[in-house]
């Protein structure tokens, strides 16, 4: 290849006194400016800058005409030079909240725990957490033990084997639970979540429960005699706009956007159906399911999974999903200072912490401020 | 009606051009992540790689209905970026700085002095691009262009039918749902 220097025609650019031809010259100089060189953007910076971009189109766009601006007097730019002193001001004290924020963490919130309120077919209701007598809650039909790792377990005892009911276990924001139902099905209750389910399951064909919220179920495989056969009995999450049915497997359902449900399979088979489709799921699958498509996909089990083992683990969502994920754990509100928050969080930290501790990671692995506010967390730049 | 993803280059020009907002959506899709990257090798600067890129299509956006773009969509979007970033040079006098360095060559094929007329030197680019890409990034892209050739384009390189080419198409899109479906789908909920 044959090579050219156009130092001359490069030096004159700046200039603007070059010919056409030079200035073609330019431009393939520029061309080939650093083009075979590895670029060093991440995937993050890209589609950052491709937010940023999208959300600065969307803006209305000052446009002036040219011609018009010719005709400009002197007066009319001095009357928009006294506008635009005023809009400064204007904008000035509106926006003096949102000088850059200052990381603040007076006042410490302390994570979540173990707890949820039984509401019973008869309306009683029982909160039960670690410091409730195992007693008392064991008139209700509730056993409280330990399980393996320590942790404590409610079981729902199935003494009352033929009662009709529906009993409905709930989580607040901050509060989280694992339930043992009578068929030995374990529900891991992530917080501000609810699990209705009956006292009994022996009389159906199914055995059926509805989710709201988010939860992770391990179902036992149960059968039934049938006219003298053995058969299985299917194992149905209703939630807002779909059923999940099984027979026996480990799988998470995230609902708390009744508009956007994710149903994720650990092992074993499900179905998922809702008014519209129906998806088979193979482990490590996950399904989106917006009412109108189910659209399937890989899952992130760790990702998924990371609630009910006790951490919050984020692999790439922005900081609106880390903050619900946050704020239904710590019981806080959240309050953002400015609409164009952007970055994704790679974050795995365990849900024990106090807040602090959280938002100081978070602010680590990005340019987020964050500042506590009794129960509410502003987040700003 | 196809949906703006299904649509070639040409035509999601004159839909636009017709103040199709949906097809000038579909063009920042395609094309925002490419000429960001060439804008960022050229100025080093993510700041003014942002505003390049920004000043570009909000121009598209501003005149769409008046454009006469003669060349085809791509060339004409690498050019307006190219120009802009000669002028950002020009104000910065950055010239000034690559000739102290000694860096004022250029490779010259003898034949073609003019720059990106040729749709085969744009695609070099647009290659050249996607080469750069983080690899999870390139692959998902990589997919999504290959999409993008008219059917034409893509039966005159293969030597085969355009019916052929759209048979192939709608195959490899299908299984590209099934494998990728999700990756896809939450592109489309981030964007």
Redesign the interface.
């Known amino acids: 290849?044959?090579?050219?220097?156009?130092?001359d025609i490069?030096?004159k650019?700046?200039k603007?006194d070059i010919t056409p031809q030079e200035?073609?010259?330019?431009?393939?100089?520029?061309?080939?400016?650093?083009?075979?060189?590895?670029?060093t953007?991440?995937?993050e910076?890209?589609?950052e800058?491709?937010?940023?971009?999208?959300t600065?189109?969307q803006q209305p766009?000052p446009?002036i005409d040219p011609v018009v601006r010719r005709l400009w007097s002197r007066w009319v730019a001095a009357v928009a030079m006294v506008c635009c002193i005023a809009a400064g001001a204007l904008y000035y004290f509106n926006m003096s909240d949102n000088t850059p924020l200052e990381s603040v963490y007076g006042g410490d919130v302390t994570p979540g725990k173990t707890g949820a309120t039984l509401t019973l077919a008869d309306g009683t209701q029982i909160h039960i957490d670690d410091a409730q007598s195992g007693d008392l809650a064991e008139q209700f039909g509730v056993k409280i033990s330990k399980d393996a790792d320590g942790q404590i377990i409610y079981e729902i005892n199935d003494k009352e084997a033929h009662a009709i009911g529906y009993n409905t276990l709930t989580t607040t924001r901050g509060e989280q639970t694992k339930v043992r139902l009578p068929d030995g099905t374990l529900v891991f209750l992530n917080a501000l979540s609810s699990l209705r389910y009956p006292t009994s399951f022996a009389d159906n064909t199914e055995r059926t429960v509805s989710l709201s919220g988010e939860g992770y179920f391990q179902v036992t495989k149960a059968y039934q005699d049938i006219a003298g056969k053995k058969q299985v009995q299917t194992f149905v999450v209703e939630t807002n706009q779909q059923k999940v049915r099984v027979l026996g497997t480990r799988f998470n359902i995230n609902a708390f956007n009744p508009d956007l449900i994710v149903t994720t399979l650990e092992e074993g088979a499900v179905l998922v159906s809702s008014t519209e489709a129906t998806q088979r799921l193979r482990p490590g699958e996950?399904v989106?399911n917006n009412g109108q498509q189910m659209?399937?996909?890989?899952a992130n089990m760790d990702e998924v999974l990371g609630w009910k083992d006790g951490n919050f683990i984020f692999m790439g969502v922005?900081i609106h999903t880390v903050m619900e994920q946050v704020s239904r754990w710590y019981d806080v509100d959240v309050v953002y200072n400015s609409q164009q928050i952007g970055g994704l969080f790679y974050v795995n930290i365990s849900r024990d912490k106090n807040l602090s501790e959280i938002l100081s990671v978070l602010e680590k692995t990005s340019g987020i401020r964050f500042k506590i506010e009794g129960r509410r967390v502003i987040v700003g730049t | 009606m196809k949906t703006p993803p299904d649509i070639d280059d040409k035509e999601l020009l004159s839909r636009m051009c017709a103040g199709d907002h949906l097809a000038f959506q579909e063009i920042y899709q395609r094309y925002h992540e490419l000429l960001y990257i060439f804008a960022y090798r050229k100025l080093k600067d993510e700041v003014e790689a942002r505003d390049v890129v920004h000043d570009v299509f909000a121009w598209l956006l501003e005149k769409g209905a008046s454009l006469s773009i003669n060349s085809t969509l791509s060339s004409y979007l690498y050019k307006s970026v190219l120009n802009k970033i000669f002028d950002i040079f020009r104000k910065k006098d950055t010239f000034q700085r690559y000739v102290d360095r000694g860096e004022y060559y250029i490779d010259v094929d003898s034949k073609e002095t003019d720059y990106l007329i040729r749709e085969k030197d744009v695609r070099a680019l647009i290659d050249n691009e996607i080469a750069a890409m983080p690899p999870r990034m390139r692959e998902v892209y990589e997919l999504k262009y290959r999409q993008h050739l008219t059917h034409e384009e893509i039966a005159q390189q293969l030597g085969i039918s355009p019916e052929t080419v759209k048979t192939h198409i709608k195959h490899a899109t299908k299984h590209l749902k099934d494998k990728l479906g999700l990756v896809v789908f939450i592109v489309y909920l981030l964007n």
Request: zero cysteines.
């Open positions: 290849m044959e090579k050219e220097n156009i130092k490069l030096q650019a700046g603007k200035e073609d010259k330019v431009r393939l100089w520029l061309l080939q400016l650093h083009q075979q060189e590895p670029s953007l991440s995937e910076q890209i589609k800058a491709g937010r940023h971009i999208w600065r189109l766009q446009t996950q989106h659209i399937l996909g890989q922005g």
